[in-house]
């Protein structure tokens, strides 16, 4: 008789995917999640047999199927350049809670001069939002260099208000940030 799970894998992701989130991947210990999910630590080797690095590759991999789908897509769907960034903004205000949830890319981010999968995934990820980016730049009238630039400002703002929003306390920075990204990609 098969053996029947605790928690489904859909469940065990995002939990998995909350508490690195939450603590990134240095301070996500086996202990810690072990118990953001509910499973106990012979249980999670049992299931991710290379430990958290695996949780991890895991966790990554989710989220390019979500970003795959929910985001890439809405980028390069036939339209104005200000629907698709306006798509943008809400699917990121969304995915990050208005603020309140940290950016994964960050906190599964390795130590400087070191590679790692996730290292080595995020940074594609990082490059397929500029490329898409910078294509809706481009679509706007924006030159290449000029659309690169916009593409890279859209992803700094995004990334450091949750920095930002996050250190401070205050969720609205995030959403001040969102506002601004519609102008820096038509604008500029």
Known sequence: MPQVRK?????L?????????????EGAS??????????????LYHRFPDGKAQMAQE???????????????????????????GAFVRV?????????????????QPPRDEANACGDAIATTFQR??????????EAGADDIEAKLRAEQVLVELQGSLVVARGVGDAAIFGRALGRLPSIILDG
């Open 129 to 138: 939002l500029l490329t898409a980016l910078g294509a809706v730049a481009r």
């Open 92 to 108: 990121m205000d969304g995915f990050y809670a208005g603020g309140r949830q940290s950016c994964l890319l960050n906190m599964l």
């Open 30 to 43: 086996l202990a810690a999640l072990s118990d953001a999910t509910g499973l106990k630590k012979s249980s």
């Open 59 to 85: 966790v990554m991999a989710e989220t390019a199927r979500v970003l795959d789908a929910e985001v890439f897509p809405l980028l390069a769907a036939e339209g104005a350049p200000a629907d698709k960034i």
């Open 13 to 25: 992701l995002e939990r998995l995917t909350r508490t690195f989130k939450d603590v990134g991947y």
């Open 7 to 11: 928690v489904g894998d859909d469940v």
